[in-house]
Every structure is written in C-alpha cells, then in structure tokens.
C-alpha cells in the first residue's frame, strides 16, 4: 500500500498569514493527490485534485502544486474560516490513503 | 443537489457484525460509485471500501477485507456495509461518499454515523 507522510501535524498561524503543508508518498503517484478540509463534526470537503486542480466553488488563496512523491497545499491568506485540520489523498490505486493530517490552528 | 445519510450506527460489541446504511437522493444513484471513509474519535481519516457503479468492483482496505462487504440496492438507492466481526479499533465516524466520476475522488459526503464497539 502506498503510505502518505503529511507535516506539520500543527500549524499555529494567524489571520493574514501564509502558509504550507507538505504530503509525501512512499512511492510515486504522479498527480493523483487530492487535498481535504474539515471542520470539527463535519464531513471532509475536497479542495484540491490531480495535485493542483482548484474544486469548483473553492477560493482561490488555496494552491496546490508537485507531482511524483512530493506535494504541497499552500493557503496564501490564512481567513477564519480556514482555521480547520486539512488531509491529503492518494488516489492512485486502492486501497487509497489519506495523510495523517494538519490541524491548522490560532 | 446531492444527498447522502447514513444510518445504523450504534453500540456494539466485539466480535458480532452491523449493518450500515447510506440512502441517497438528489442525483442519479445508478450512475455513481460510492466510497466509505471513517474517522476514529479523534484521529485522521482512514479509506475504507469502494463499489462501482454497476456494483461489479469492490476495494477495500486491508484493515477491513474479509470482514466488511459493500453492497447497493438500486431500487432503494442505497449503499450498505456490512461489518462482521467488529474489533475495537473498528469504533468510529463512518461516511459515505460519492465517487468523483472523472477524478475516483470521494467528492459529495454524508454526515456520518458513529460505530462504538464495546464490550
């Protein structure tokens, strides 16, 4: 199975800030990577797909960017409604895995 | 307008199985897959099965193969898993999700329904 290495686990930022979040695979995935939100007793959201692809309706401070073992979820204005635990996704072959997320906190 | 609920989640105790399920409206059910995802309490999201459209492919984690089953009744457009010989660490949120028809993704998702296993 192909295991995703997320970092940090906690990210303390405040509003305005920029910020990144790394996910690594332990074997290449070209850019089968999907980026997740969620918030506290709610459903995940997807944000990003095929590593860099913004989901329709998300805004656009949220960037993703890399390919093969090494992707980055980038959030170049960091607004309240941001502030939530965010997971990255392989979706290469199954079984899929998710990172072990970031909590993106005050 | 996409709408996913699950039910059939409750106290159970190891060892003995349960039933879920994940009626859906809003769309056409026939023509997606469907994922289910669950979330231990307090811990990250873990991938658990996956059935096609036609019902004809099914995935599932190697946690969960050769206890849990997939399975969709069009008629009542609604998934079910079913998860026999329940461990402890099978305690949590499980989700229902639909699959992306370009991507595979996990893309519309229910609310959850809350597995606790226990004896």
């Known amino acids: 199975d192909i295991q995703m290495t997320q970092s940090p686990s906690t990210l303390s930022a405040s509003v305005g800030d920029g910020v990144t979040i790394t996910c690594r695979a332990s074997?290449?995935?070209?850019?089968?990577l999907a980026w997740y939100q969620q918030k506290p007793g709610k459903a995940p959201n997807i944000l990003i797909y095929?590593?860099?692809t913004l989901q329709s309706g998300v805004p656009s401070r949220f960037s993703g960017s890399g390919s093969r073992t090494e992707f980055t979820l980038t959030i170049s204005s960091l607004q309240p409604d941001d502030f939530a635990t965010y997971y990255c996704?392989?979706?290469?072959?199954?079984?899929?895995?998710f990172g072990q997320g970031t909590k993106v906190e005050i | 307008q996409v709408h996913l609920v699950e039910s059939g989640g409750g106290v159970v105790q190891p060892g003995r199985s349960l039933r879920l399920s994940c009626v859906a409206s809003?769309?056409?059910?026939?023509?997606?897959?469907f994922h289910w995802v669950r979330q231990a309490p307090g811990k990250g999201l873990e991938w658990v099965a996956v059935?096609?459209?036609?019902?004809?492919?099914?995935y599932y984690a190697d946690t969960v193969k050769g206890r849990f089953t997939v399975s969709r009744d069009t008629p009542k457009s609604t998934l079910y898993l079913q998860m026999d010989s329940l461990r402890i660490e099978d305690a949590a949120v499980y989700y229902c999700?639909?699959?992306?028809?370009?991507?595979?993704?996990?893309?519309?998702w229910g609310p959850g329904t809350l597995v606790t296993v226990s004896s």
């Open positions: 999700a639909t699959v992306d028809r370009t991507e595979g993704t996990p893309l519309d």
């Open positions: 809003g769309f056409s059910f026939v023509s997606y897959g």
């Open positions: 059935i096609s459209s036609d019902g004809e492919n099914k």
């Open positions: 074997q290449h995935i070209n850019k089968w």
């Open positions: 095929k590593a860099s």
């Open positions: 996704l392989q979706y290469l072959t199954y079984p899929y895995t």
